[in-house]
Each structure stands twice: as C-alpha cells, then as structure tokens.
C-alpha cells in the first residue's frame, strides 16, 4: 500500500460507549476500502500526545489524513452515512491518481 493512501484515524477509549457501537462500522470500512484507504484505531488513554497534538478533544472522533494533513474530522458518534460522505470526496480522488 502506498504513503499516499489516506488514513482514517479512529479515536477511542474503552469506557466510551459511543465508540464501541462505531466498532463494526470501521471494521466494516476497513475490509470494504482496503485498497484505497487504511484506518487505524487510536486508544486516547495510551496514546494522549497523539490525541493533543491533532486537537481531539472529543472520543469517538474520525480524522481523515491526507499527505499528513488532516483533511476531514467528525467528532462524536458517527452514522456510516456521514462516515462514507467524509470519506467519498478523498477516496475518488486516491482511485484516479492510482489510474
């Protein structure tokens, strides 16, 4: 997979119910864009400098990372539309460079 390829960060915590119910949701992602997009989970609680240095306050949040810029955020529990719609724009634009 390519550097270039965006990243969907997944901001989390254990206790966070919000979170654990976007579990399947990203899981389902993952496999469904795993050529065009690579997501990873980021526990909060382990990784706090990660967490304050993109300025999330919120948990769960979705940062979208292009180029390492941050080009999309969602903060707080997400529906798979909004998640696809963040995603859409920058995945299209990931297939035609690949093209």
């Known amino acids: 997979m390519r550097a270039e390829t965006p990243l969907l960060a997944f901001f989390t915590e254990p ?7 976007m579990e399947s949701l990203l899981a389902h992602l993952a496999r469904k864009e795993r ?3 690579r997501v990873t989970r980021v526990d909060v609680g382990q990784k706090p400098d990660v967490a304050q240095r993109l300025n999330v306050e919120k948990v769960p949040t979705l940062l979208l990372i292009k ?5 999309g955020r969602l903060e707080g529990r997400a529906s798979a539309p909004r998640v696809e719609r963040l995603l859409e ?3 299209e634009e990931a297939e035609e460079v690949a093209a």
């Open 89 to 91: 724009q920058h995945l």
């Open 15 to 21: 206790t966070s119910g919000p979170a654990r119910r």
């Open 35 to 37: 050529g065009r997009l």
């Open 67 to 71: 180029g390492k810029r941050v080009v």
